[in-house]
């Protein structure tokens, strides 16, 4: 064996056993520990979801009702899937958020005819939360009921993705990305779709003919 690969064997030999420590300390060091939610918070977490739905459906207050249940760095999104990050609809701060439920700006809403959603009622079901250690994470169905100004017609549009943190005012909105993985078929959002309008005047009964 060269004196070259003599010294480099004796310097791996050297350096192993420090390597594995290091190793097994790094694998060793704990996890932070995860939030312990009473029923109260449960509750209070569920809560702020349903607020969700009634804010963006009523905008109330100029829609600030809505962006107040969003953290101050809070954001709202938009994603194809569940588990990835939003691509669209990136939206933060407390005007652009108000703005999102309905909101004008100057404390008023913008004429509800107008908007994407105009006969839309939306229901959050199946909310699953799950604690972390810097509060919580959540997932749940979106339902809208009125699609094509249809008060009897239900679309299923996705679900949410959540981040919740406890602050000195109650469970907020770390994040809520709007989870629609088959947009592009919706009758609310698609590109054929009626997008809530109500649904066209039935045309008139013609008048009886006198047989040819």
């Not at 010294?7 to 056993?17: D, G, K, N, Q």
């Not at 994407?116 to 939306?122: A, D, N, P, R, Y």
Request: charged residues 15%; proline residues 8%.
């Amino acid at each position: 064996m060269s004196t070259s690969h003599t010294l480099v064997l004796a310097i791996a030999l050297t350096l192993a056993p420090s390597l594995t420590a290091h190793a097994q300390q790094r694998s060793s060091t704990p996890a932070p520990p995860v939030m312990v939610l009473t029923g109260q918070d449960y509750a209070e977490i569920q809560q702020l979801s349903n607020r969700y739905v009634w804010a963006i459906d009523a905008c109330t207050r100029g829609g600030y009702d809505f962006a107040d249940l969003f953290t101050d760095d809070g954001e709202f999104g938009l994603a194809e899937q569940f588990g990835v990050a939003p691509t669209r609809a990136l939206t933060k701060g407390r005007e652009a958020l108000a703005s999102v439920a309905g909101g004008d700006g100057k404390g008023g809403c913008r004429d509800p005819k107008t908007m994407l959603g105009f006969g839309v009622s939306h229901f959050v079901v199946n909310h699953a939360i799950t604690p972390t250690a810097g509060g919580a994470i959540g997932r749940c169905y979106l339902l809208a009921i009125g699609m094509g100004g249809d008060p009897t017609k239900i679309e299923r549009q996705g679900g949410y993705e959540d981040v919740y943190v406890k602050t000195p005012a109650g469970w907020r909105f770390k994040s809520r990305y709007h989870v629609f993985p088959n947009m592009s078929e919706s009758v609310q959002f698609g590109r054929g779709g009626r997008r809530g309008q109500a649904p066209a005047a039935p045309a008139p009964t013609p008048a009886p003919q006198s047989p040819r």
